[in-house]
């Protein structure tokens, strides 16, 4: 464990990146990367396809390892967080995801064994309920959801470990308006009780409705930062 003492300014931080280079088979994904994100923000990053922006989400919860620069989560560097814990603190909302063809119920179940916890039904009919779906849902098997109802069970599963972070990697991908609408309003809804979202978009337009500001992403580097309209007009995020 590092002796070192963090600054206040760190203590004030979710994530912090400096200096974040990762270079596989010395190609270029990210370069030296600087980004705070504070505590109960709602932060969109955007970028075209290859941009380094997934690659980004995984070097803070350690599925990548940097090859150069630093990483800290709630004020503390990764490398002094029990991978299992950092992992439960700033979890992920992968943008594809793999559900095996059995009850919604069993992927609650599943998903709170894992945890440690109890299956609490009463709990888990709360949270569908917020996010407009029926109890019945917990009977019907994932092979027969929409992608939308799919990408909110997926999202409550990641919500049922309590995380202080989510690392949402577009996660409104390929869903209808009404769906995408739903999915923002659940990552809303977890920044006002003081958590913090980054949020790899490919819609800067439904983004701009929840946070104003963002960081454009080009070619590995973080090019620009301010008003998410602004950046979706560059050229580098056009081309």
């Known amino acids: 464990m590092s002796n070192q003492t963090t600054s206040n300014q760190d203590n004030k931080s979710a994530i912090k990146l400096s200096a974040v280079s990762f270079k596989p088979n010395g190609i270029d994904v990210l370069r030296n990367i600087n980004l705070t994100v504070e505590r109960g923000e709602l932060f969109p990053i955007i970028g075209r396809t290859g941009s380094g922006k997934s690659t980004l989400l995984r070097m803070i919860n350690r599925l990548s390892d940097a090859d150069s ?20 603190t700033a979890c992920m909302i992968p943008q594809s995801f793999a559900l095996p063809n059995v009850k919604v119920e069993e992927i609650f179940k599943y998903a709170s064994n894992i945890l440690g ?9 709360e949270m569908l309920e917020r996010v407009e779906l029926p109890a019945d849902i917990l009977e019907k098997k994932t092979g027969s959801l ?16 309590q995380p202080q972070i989510l690392l949402a990697d577009e996660p409104t ?3 209808d308006p009404a769906s995408s609408r739903i999915v923002a309003n659940i990552m809303q809804s977890f ?26 992403i080009h070619k590995g580097r973080i090019i ?6 602004d950046l979706s007009q560059r050229e580098e995020y056009q081309e």
């Open 146 to 161: 929409s992608g939308g109802e799919k990408q909110r069970i997926v999202t409550l599963r990641t919500l049922l470990a």
């Open 224 to 229: 620009a930062s301010g008003d998410l309209n």
């Open 117 to 125: 916890k109890s299956y609490n039904e009463d709990k888990v009919k």
């Open 191 to 216: 920044v006002t009780e003081g958590k913090t979202v980054i949020w790899i978009t490919h819609d800067p337009t439904l983004a701009s409705k929840y946070s104003k500001n963002g960081v454009l």
């Open 69 to 88: 620069g630093t990483v800290s989560v709630l004020g503390k560097d990764i490398n002094d967080w029990h991978v299992q814990l950092l992992r439960r």
């Open 173 to 175: 991908a390929n869903l």
